[in-house]
């Protein structure tokens, strides 16, 4: 698992969401999330519910691409924008179509002031294969 910085507690005040964009590879935030952000990038929505717990899931709707961050917060369920599928930020499912199955989830560890979240360790990339020139 690799740790991302994704926020400090003060930008994801109780009863909100942040969505981030995050490059896989340097395991940084590049920005916020984007429905279509660029290769090897991840957008990421933090929650932050009114209870004080804390989850992360995929930001993009499986039914289209739609932010899930850009949408309404009921407790832990995020309410898609596009056409209001809701989703558990717990689990990642979805509750009612159309969209339908699960969005990935990433566990949340709060230190003092900054949030984190674990991704799963990128493979490394496989080596690229030379071109093979013509024998002589
Ligand atoms: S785009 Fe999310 S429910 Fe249709």
Redesign the pocket.
Request: proline share 12%; charged share 15%; glycine share 12%.
């Given at each position: 698992m690799t740790s991302v910085l994704v926020a400090s507690v003060a930008q994801i005040p109780p009863d909100s969401a942040l969505g981030v964009q995050i490059a896989t590879q340097s395991a940084t935030v590049i920005g916020r999330s984007r429905a279509e952000g660029p290769p090897d990038t991840l957008p990421v929505v933090v929650v932050h519910t009114a209870d004080g717990e804390w989850f992360a899931a995929g930001d993009q709707?499986p039914?289209?691409p739609?932010l899930l961050s850009g949408g309404s917060l009921y407790g832990c369920q995020l309410e898609?924008p596009?056409?209001?599928?809701r989703f558990d930020t717990q689990s990642g499912q979805s509750l009612n179509p159309?969209?339908v199955g699960a969005v990935p989830t990433y566990p949340v560890t709060v230190t003092g002031e900054e949030v984190y979240i674990e991704l799963p360790t990128p493979d490394p990339e496989p080596p690229r294969k030379g071109k093979k020139g013509k024998a002589r």
């Amino acid at each position: 698992m690799t740790s991302v910085l994704v926020a400090s507690v003060a930008q994801i005040p109780p009863d909100s969401a942040l969505g981030v964009q995050i490059a896989t590879q340097s395991a940084t935030v590049i920005g916020r999330s984007r429905a279509e952000g660029p290769p090897d990038t991840l957008p990421v929505v933090v929650v932050h519910t009114a209870d004080g717990e804390w989850f992360a899931a995929g930001d993009q709707c499986p039914h289209r691409p739609y932010l899930l961050s850009g949408g309404s917060l009921y407790g832990c369920q995020l309410e898609c924008p596009g056409h209001g599928s809701r989703f558990d930020t717990q689990s990642g499912q979805s509750l009612n179509p159309p969209a339908v199955g699960a969005v990935p989830t990433y566990p949340v560890t709060v230190t003092g002031e900054e949030v984190y979240i674990e991704l799963p360790t990128p493979d490394p990339e496989p080596p690229r294969k030379g071109k093979k020139g013509k024998a002589r």
